[in-house]
């Protein structure tokens, strides 16, 4: 499975680059990204949880840089595995970062290859949760290299979702709430006026 995209980010080549490279930033980009670790140069290590369609997967992964042009082009292959799953993944990236007038254009393109479990799923499920993994991933590399000190926001699945306006759906629990709130009302009413009732009878 082929993805490719670009994107504009606000900075220099030179500093997208290096933040690229960065283990202790990636770590925070990468949706899911438990651990992650640069041995030398050109290989990093590390373990990263999430979940594709209902099904949840821990893998441990190693990652090596195949190709380095500073500050315009990196290329990497990427293999993990989740033995308990019976799964395992090969990615294999290229990036390209050049110059513009708005910043930095980054483009890329990653080949995805799965096996198991994973690679049961369905191309269009993997690319859509891919396209997520995307997002997420651009949007905190963006707050990476324009922030001084650069902490991660919420990601896709862990953004909160605006309080109901009027005429507006209520979320599940705030419907139940309401609900409950109507009903006590109503039983306080049909109590007040039984109470009325009776002083009324004497």
């Known amino acids: 499975m082929l993805i490719s995209s670009n994107f ?9 680059f290096d933040t690229l490279l960065d283990p202790k930033v990636l770590i925070k980009c990468i949706q899911g990204c438990q651990e992650l670790e640069r041995l030398d140069e ?11 369609a209902h099904v949840k997967f821990n893998a441990r992964f190693v990652a090596e840089i195949t ?7 990196i ?13 395992s993944i090969k990615v294999t990236i290229a990036l390209t970062l050049e110059q513009t007038e708005a910043g930095t254009a980054v483009g890329y393109q990653m080949e995805i ?4 479990k994973l690679g049961r799923l369905g191309e269009s499920i993997v690319r859509r949760r891919s396209l997520e993994f995307e997002r997420d991933f651009i949007a905190e590399l963006s707050r990476a290299c324009i922030q001084p000190e650069y902490t991660p926001g919420p990601t896709l699945a862990q953004q909160e979702v605006p309080a109901a306006k ?25 109590f007040a006026r039984l109470v009325a009732f009776f002083r009324r009878s004497r």
């Open 42 to 52: 050109t290989h990093y290590r590390g373990r990263i949880t999430n979940e594709v």
């Open 113 to 116: 290859a799965l096996w198991g």
């Open 67 to 73: 190709e380095l042009k500073h500050p315009s082009y």
């Open 8 to 16: 504009i980010i606000d900075a220099q080549p030179s500093h997208v």
């Open 166 to 190: 009027t005429g507006q759906i209520l979320a599940p629990q705030a419907a139940l709430q309401s609900s409950a709130s109507v009903v006590m009302s109503r039983r306080r009413g049909w």
């Open 75 to 87: 290329q990497a292959v990427l293999n993990g595995e989740d033995r308990h799953l019976g799964s």
